[in-house]
């Protein structure tokens, strides 16, 4: 294994475990830590971004690279993912069950079309 990928998967594991602690925090009602909750889940964020930069530079790439196409893929990842997410606070924060997994299935399809927005059809 190469010491960059070796990097990449130490600070990815540990971003993505502070993001989902702090989102447990967050979500979590017995847990009474929702202010110490989004502070950590910021942290586990800039991890996460940080380790991305990090991993492209590593590479020799440019740490951002944002043209015109990719812009339009991006926003609709973001909001395929918001619907997701607004799906999944409805049924665990809310109570909304069935209208929650409604909106969760049309965020999951809004992702799953991304796929061959980015890669395409073949």
């Known amino acids: 294994m190469k010491k960059e990928n070796f990097f990449t998967l130490i600070f990815a594991a540990i971003g993505g475990m502070l993001f989902a602690l702090g989102m447990c925090m967050c979500l979590l009602p017995e847990w009474d830590a929702f202010t110490p909750g989004v502070v950590l889940t910021a942290i586990g964020g800039v991890?996460?971004?940080?380790?991305?930069?990090?991993?492209?530079?590593?590479?020799?790439?440019?740490a951002l690279k944002i043209n015109p196409k990719t812009v339009g893929k991006i926003a609709f990842g973001v909001f395929g993912a918001l619907v997701l997410g607004v799906g999944m606070c409805m049924v665990m924060v809310f109570d909304l069950m069935i209208?929650?997994?409604i909106i969760g299935l049309v965020g999951l399809v809004l992702l799953l079309c991304l796929i061959p927005m980015c890669v395409g059809l073949k």
């Open 99 to 101: 209208p929650g997994i």
């Open 47 to 62: 991890v996460l971004i940080a380790t991305f930069i990090a991993r492209r530079i590593a590479l020799g790439k440019p």
